[in-house]
Antibody, heavy 118, light 111 residues
Framework: QVQLVQSGGEVKKPGASVKVSCKAS????????INWVRQAPGQGLEWMGL????????NSAQKLQGRVTMTADTSTNTAYMELRSLRSDDTAVYYC???????????WGQGTLVSVSS | QSVLTQPPSVSGAPGQRVTISCTGS?????????VHWYQQLPRTAPKLLIH???NRPSGVPDRFSGSKSGTSASLAITGLQAEDEADYYCQSYDSSLSGWVFGGGTKLTVL
């Protein structure tokens, strides 16, 4: 069965960086893209960016460009999202999600809570 | 301010029918991009409920249905059950933003 398993929660200080991993199993990793989506406490879902596991092409949300880097390791079927220059408003649960045909997200990771506080 | 607009909340009694609207624009829903719907139970990851405007993934009850017209889409839930109490999100793609967009979410309360 398809599974996306994310790394554990993180506590960071403002200005630091965080790197979240998303290990995929149960399907051909390079056949699908991975989107990163975050959810601030009590708020809605926000798309952060996409990485193609096939060719490593990425596309990120304009507001995060310059601060976010997405990578994929096809040897371990793991996608990574690194966010730099963290601010308090980056506190959120970060999800990875597989991008299915037609652009839906058919499988999601369990979420990783990143807390940014001084 | 979300690109896709949803009502913040809807409610209904058990057994009733409710609908949740999702209004976009000519650069997303109106441009022909598909709309997808997700259900998020408290403290859990979103779950795909409807894909491609009106298609239910395997295992999703037929009480859930989706439709799309023009720049809007709707999710209908019939025969409301207590377990349907959750947050619901619509999602599409936006050509102006070159990225995926979500609605702000709608909290469904089963009275």
């Amino acid at each position: 069965q398809v599974q996306l398993v994310q790394s554990g929660g993180e506590v960071k200080k403002p200005g630091a960086s965080v790197k979240v991993s998303c290990k995929a199993s149960g399907y051909t990793f390079t056949s699908y893209g991975i989107n990163w989506v975050r959810q601030a406490p009590g708020q809605g879902l926000e798309w952060m960016g996409l990485i193609s596991a096939y060719n490593a092409n990425t596309n990120s949300a304009q507001k995060l460009q310059g601060r976010v880097t997405m990578t994929a390791d096809t040897s371990t079927n793991t996608a990574y999202m690194e966010l730099r220059s963290l601010r308090s408003d980056d506190t959120a649960v970060y999800y990875c999600a597989r991008v299915a045909k037609l652009g839906s997200h058919d499988y999601w990771g369990q979420g990783t809570l990143v807390s940014v506080s001084s | 301010q979300s690109v896709l607009t949803q009502p913040p909340s809807v409610s209904g009694a058990p057994g009733q029918r409710v609908t949740i609207s999702c209004t976009g624009s000519s650069s997303n829903i109106g441009a022909g991009y598909d709309v997808h719907w997700y259900q998020q139970l408290p403290r859990t990851a979103p779950k795909l409920l409807i894909h491609g405007n009106s298609n239910r993934p395997s295992g999703v009850p037929d009480r859930f249905s989706g439709s799309k017209s023009g720049t809007s889409a709707s999710l209908a839930i019939t025969g409301l059950q207590a377990e349907d109490e959750a947050d619901y999100y619509c999602q599409s793609y936006d050509s102006s933003l070159s990225g995926w967009v979500f609605g702000g979410g709608t909290k469904l309360t089963v009275l």
